[in-house]
């Protein structure tokens, strides 16, 4: 099985629904999108031309079947690169100007538990006891803590 590294980005509620975080992950620019509570990763780079495209304008699919009406759909969905305006979508990577030819990038993300993502502590003396030291006969009075937020994690 192959281990795909993972990202720690940030607490859930620091990337509210609509808002994105642009951040670097083994030397390259990800931008990591709240769409209605879910989380999507892409790389900052439009294959056009190179722009940043996680700079770009979010927006969502506009659709007419006759004149004056229209329906607004996939809200939060589509991004426009900020330099020559090609969409892409943001929960796929797929763009929607020449789509059979262009993709950017995109990450698996998850949300999970702080609890998870750190090693609990406890009663392990093994680092203690390899270092030579003994336990002494007194003890300070310690509390449980634990880290109960969610946060977004980008596979790479
Ligand atoms: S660089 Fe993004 S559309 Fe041209």
Known sequence: MIRVPR???????????GGRLIVELDNRSIGVFNVGGRFYAI???????GGRLCEGRVSGLVTS????????RRVGEI???????????????????DPSRTRVRSYAT??????ELVPSGGEDNRD??????????????RYEVEVDRDYVVVHT
Not at 43 to 49: I, L, S, Y
Request: net charge negative; charged share 20%; hydrophobic share 30%.
């Open 79 to 97: 991004i426009r690169c900020p330099w020559h305006g090609w969409e892409f979508d943001l929960t796929t990577g797929q763009s929607w100007f």
């Open 43 to 49: 790389r900052n780079t439009c294959p056009h031309a």
């Open 110 to 115: 998850d949300v999970t538990a702080g609890s």
């Open 128 to 141: 203690m006891n390899e270092a030579g030291y003994r336990p002494g006969p007194y003890r300070a009075e």
């Open 7 to 17: 990202h720690i980005i940030a607490p859930v509620s620091e990337i509210p629904p």
């Open 65 to 72: 079947e006759r004149p004056g009406e229209y329906r607004y």
